[in-house]
């Protein structure tokens, strides 16, 4: 079992690096660079975006005839771990929720023309994009089977869709939207997935669900169909495949949240690590207390939990299949470290942690939300249980 880096993607991680110290972290030194939803301004990240492009860093889980770099996904998690050491890093080089998991779709099942028209411009930075799927109760949630929006056929060759959708994110301010929607009442294969743009009549943002967090760009957004008339030419994969088409996108998209936050995580004992070397306290620095080392050898430990179990889940993809006990048991562990790593290193901190001179208290406001997208820890505890009970002690196979 060797866990080393190819020269290659050694040397690509370094760059990452070396990018988001020059040119990304310097940008959350400035709160100009900020918009009123606490995430980088638009404007500002056009400039880095181009920067990044320019050094070829751009969509990295993209093929590289498409302009990406065409990592597997060891190298994604490799390179995400590295941009996001900034919580602007993800936007910069083109790899951030939602669009991230949406061109990953795109890219496996649509069609080539489906392609040149919907995944494109997204992989270009031309244009954002949305996965609207979860509803307010008794719609679906982390069950996607209690799909209560509907797309009904028309004639030969349209859909009309009529529901509500909730918790959107990136909804205002996207473009291209992939939805997913109740065709049938068949207990299988009842969900068909669909293909949709901002100026198509029949569909509305209702409101911009306020978060306790700092938000995405577009935030997170209720919104109504009433007669949004979709073309067939529009439908992603076959109909009912819309089960399918969330597996193949969650499973991947789960992991690059965790790729993500133990970036941040790592950062976040950054920004505490120097400050115990130096403060002193009853006499000797921080450094040397037994307690304070206590926390920072958890911490420690914790992550590098996190990243080997989300390595393994990223070489598991890479077989090709799903990996589902995997990836859920990496996103249990990566969301629940984050907010206790963040937690610790406000804690070392003191009451300079607590402030906004540092980024930790965005992180802390950020880190709840781990443990709720792409399904709740709890569901994901669900998963991993049945592989248990099914699979007995085989569960701890090597292969």
Same mark, same amino acid.
């Given at each position: ?170 909804? %205002? /301010?996207?473009?291209?939207? $992939?939805?997913? @929607?109740?065709?049938?009442? +068949?207990?299988?294969?009842? =969900? *068909? ?96 207390? %037994? /307690?304070?080392?206590?926390? $920072?050898?958890? @911490?420690?430990?914790?992550? +590098?939990?996190?990243?080997? =179990? *989300? ?89």
């Amino acid at each position: 079992m060797d866990l080393s880096l190819s020269p290659e993607l050694e040397a690509l991680r370094l760059r990452v690096r070396e990018f988001v110290a020059d040119e990304v972290l310097p940008l959350e030194a400035d709160p100009a660079n900020f918009d009123a939803h606490e995430m980088i301004d638009e404007g500002v990240l056009d400039v880095v975006r181009e920067k990044a492009k320019g050094v070829g860093l751009w969509a990295p889980q993209m093929p590289e005839s498409r302009g990406g770099l065409g990592l597997n996904t060891v190298g994604m998690a490799v390179f995400y771990e590295e941009a996001a050491r900034s919580r602007f890093g993800p936007l910069a080089f083109n790899c951030s929720a939602p669009d991230d998991g949406n061109m990953f779709l795109l890219n496996r099942v649509a069609t080539e023309a489906q392609k040149d028209q919907w995944l494109q411009p997204v992989i270009d930075g031309k244009v954002r994009s949305s996965i609207v799927m979860t509803e307010p109760a008794p719609g679906s949630g982390s069950d996607p089977t209690m799909m209560l929006t509907r797309a009904e056929p028309k004639g030969n060759n349209k859909w009309v869709v009529h529901g509500r959708k909730w918790f959107i994110t990136g909804a %205002e /301010g996207s473009e291209h939207f $992939i939805l997913l @929607a109740r065709t049938s009442d +068949e207990k299988r294969h009842s =969900l *068909t997935t669909f293909l949709f743009h901002k100026d198509q009549p029949g569909w509305r943002i209702i409101r911009r669900i306020p978060i306790m967090g700092p938000e995405e760009h577009g935030g997170h957004c209720e919104i109504e169909f009433d007669g949004l008339e979709i073309d067939d030419s529009n439908r992603l994969m076959e109909i009912g495949e819309g089960m399918k088409a969330v597996q193949i996108r969650l499973g991947t998209a789960r992991l690059t949240h965790c790729m993500r936050w133990l970036g941040m995580a790592k950062r976040a004992m950054e920004e505490c690590l120097d400050y115990v070397k130096v403060r002193e306290n009853f006499g000797a620095p921080l450094a040397e207390h %037994e /307690g304070v080392q206590w926390m $920072i050898g958890d @911490a420690a430990m914790d992550i +590098e939990i996190g990243r080997l =179990l *989300t390595m393994k889940a990223a070489a598991k993809l890479d077989t090709g299949d799903f990996a589902q006990k995997e990836v859920s048991m990496a996103k249990i562990w990566v969301s629940e470290i984050l907010h206790k790593t963040i937690a610790t290193a406000i804690q070392l901190n003191g009451a300079r942690g607590y402030s906004k001179d540092l980024p930790l208290e965005w992180m802390y406001r950020y880190a709840p939300q781990a443990k709720l997208v792409d399904g709740a820890s709890e569901v994901h505890k669900m998963v991993v249980a049945r592989h248990l009970l099914k699979d007995g002690i085989d569960f701890w196979s090597w292969i």
